[in-house]
């Protein structure tokens, strides 16, 4: 009933930018709250960064001062601003959102750092 598409990955050189976008449809009643994951090869899936719809906010340690999470309720959309971006930081990156205590994962986008 939720669909979450996520755009804006891309091959950036280490110190770089980019902006991911996650835009929700459907039944986008009582979602709460959304976030980012990445998984890199070989790792497990983490947490990057998560917002409630109140506006609280959590980091990953790894990227707290330089990632920037946000959300854009009349869009219905989540945002992630990536900056200092380091070679570490390459993975897939999947929009995820919790509806009624399910679940919902975006396809994922590829963010590759690399000089």
């Known amino acids: 009933q939720v669909q979450l598409v996520e755009s804006g990955g891309g091959l950036v050189q280490p110190g770089g930018s980019l902006r991911l976008s996650c835009a929700a449809s459907?039944?986008?009643?009582?979602?709460?709250?959304m976030g980012w994951y990445r998984q890199a090869p070989g790792k497990q899936r983490e947490l990057v960064a998560m917002i409630t719809r109140s506006g609280s906010i959590n980091y990953a340690d790894s990227v707290k001062g330089r990632f920037t999470i946000s959300r854009d309720n009349a869009k219905n959309t989540v945002y992630l601003q990536m900056n200092s971006l380091k070679p570490e930081d390459t993975a897939v990156y999947y929009c995820?959102?919790?509806?009624?205590?399910?679940?919902?994962w975006g396809q994922g986008t590829q963010v590759t750092v690399s000089s």
């Open positions: 995820h959102a919790e509806r009624l205590s399910v679940s919902i």
């Open positions: 459907g039944s986008i009643g009582f979602i709460n709250p």
